[in-house]
């Protein structure tokens, strides 16, 4: 719908209280950042930074970085999957297009794919946002194990409580 008058100052701020139940906004001003304690490690040479870990609609967000070459993963999601490239390249096997640094990626619920990681790229970023569940399968779909918000956030919580920033250091990111 077309605004029908002119605001009288497009500069003032909102002037009304927000819903009492409103969540709170989530700021991450670095999000690549320079505490190497930050980054929660997922496998050999994988590691995740979440920026929004979201249990109360069940998805979360993360840059997923990867320092090393091949295949991470086979997995399937049943919601759809968003992702941003921000360094590095990748592809899944199942596809002939390579997502590289500026590409956005569009997964379809139930896709399963295999996440590859060329050898010439050193480092790769990219931020995800995952809704629902994110199950590992064989190459004839068989599961051999998920992930998920709650299983994020347990992970954040262990690694934050052994280098020192502390289990709490998670809430930041839990909506």
Known sequence: ?????????PMMPYQLPFPADALAEIVVP???????????????NVWFRPLCLNRSQ??????LRVRRSGVLSRHRHPQAV??????GRWRYL?????AEAG????EPPGETHTLYVPEDVEEMITM???????????PWGAAMGYEDV?????????????????????DQFIR
């Not at 719908?1 to 100052?9: A, E, G, N, V």
């Not at 069940?58 to 840059?63: E, K, T």
């Not at 199942?94 to 390579?98: G, I, P, Q, T």
């Not at 590409?103 to 569009?106: A, G, K, L, P, Q």
């Open 58 to 63: 069940g998805y979360w967000m993360n840059l």
């Open 1 to 9: 719908m077309p605004i029908d008058k002119p605001d009288q100052d």
């Open 94 to 98: 199942e596809h002939d297009w390579v």
């Open 82 to 87: 968003h992702g941003l490239v921000l360094r």
């Open 30 to 44: 670095r999000a690549i950042p320079d505490d190497e304690r930050v980054w929660v490690p997922q496998a050999d």
């Open 128 to 138: 995800f946002q995952v809704n629902g569940i994110m199950y590992y399968v064989d």
């Open 103 to 106: 590409s956005y990626v569009f």
């Open 150 to 170: 709650f299983t994020k956030i347990d992970m954040c919580r262990r690694h934050y409580e052994a280098v020192g920033l502390g289990a709490g250091y998670t």
